[in-house]
């Protein structure tokens, strides 16, 4: 290769980096966030709950990592507050912590016990419709 051909391919990926805008979540990350964005007031969703809606169902963590990105003015428009973990309790959130969950979820009427869990089977949303999903895991 002549490096005038190595020169241009290096400019052309630059390029290509720089037209992208730098506060563009990754797609994995969009995707989490439009499951989380349908759970209705009042419920509360799984970490691992959203990862299988997506297919991915040891993608726990993944989804933790993408609400734990979130920044303005997305976390405004996304209910991160509804994602709880697999136990039925609040985590913490990158400087938001657990009270501050909870008292998002108390004040759309979410009930906690004295151990400080929500009851899942009365709580738990059943997740989006069939077709939804289907439509959803073919854009991964």
Not at 45 to 69: E, H, N
Not at 94 to 117: C, M, N, S, T
Not at 121 to 133: A, H, I, L, S
Request: charged letters at 35%.
């Amino acid at each position: 290769m002549e490096p005038l051909e190595i020169e241009n391919r290096r400019r052309r990926r630059q390029n290509r980096r720089a037209s992208r805008p730098r506060s563009d979540p990754p797609p994995f990350y969009r995707l989490v966030y439009r499951v989380v964005r349908r759970v209705p007031r009042g419920k509360v969703v799984t970490y691992g709950q959203v990862a299988a809606i997506l297919g991915q169902p040891r993608g726990a963590r993944a989804v933790g990592v993408a609400l734990g990105a979130l920044r303005a003015p997305r976390v405004e428009m996304v209910p991160w507050h509804r994602v709880i973990n697999a136990a039925g309790r609040c985590s913490h959130r990158d400087g938001f912590w657990a009270d501050i969950q909870r008292e998002h979820l108390e004040e759309e009427g979410v009930r906690f016990d004295r151990d400080g869990r929500v009851d899942l089977k009365t709580t738990r949303w059943t997740g989006p419709r069939r077709e939804w999903v289907t439509r959803l895991r073919s854009e991964i």
